[in-house]
Nanobody, 121 residues
Framework: EVQLQAFGGGFVQAGGSLRLSCAVSGITYDGYAIGWFRQAPGKEREEVSCLSVDDGKSEYADSVKGRFTISSDNAKNTVYLQMNSLKPEDTADYYC??????????????WGKGTQVTVSS
């Protein structure tokens, strides 16, 4: 059974940084992708970043390009989202998810519980 757990959220002032972690377990195959998503109150969930684990290709939402970085530590089965220059509009619940294929485009198959990020102005 694939399980994911996101943690590392918190309260930070605008301009600050946070690093989210996603602990992944139960994946027994190659060629998958891990994505970070977020959902702010009253808004739809949006993809923040996606990482193809096999080839290391990553993609970012335009709103976070140049500020957020996705990375993985395969030895620790953990994926990170380094968030710098945070803005109040980054406030949301952040989730990590896994796709059985090497892209987040076709939808995600497994979801973890979210971690809340609050950025004050």
């Amino acid at each position: 059974e694939v399980q994911l757990q996101a943690f590392g959220g918190g309260f930070v002032q605008a301009g600050g940084s946070l690093r989210l972690s996603c602990a992944v377990s139960g994946i027994t195959y190659d060629g998958y992708a891990i994505g970070w998503f977020r959902q702010a109150p009253g808004k739809e969930r949006e993809e923040v970043s996606c990482l193809s684990v096999d080839d290391g290709k990553s993609e970012y939402a335009d709103s976070v390009k140049g500020r957020f970085t996705i990375s993985s530590d395969n030895a620790k089965n953990t994926v990170y989202l380094q968030m710098n220059s945070l803005k109040p509009e980054d406030t949301a619940d952040y989730y990590c998810a896994v796709s059985k294929v090497d892209s987040c485009y076709y939808g995600m198959d497994y979801w973890g519980k979210g971690t809340q990020v609050t950025v004050s102005s």
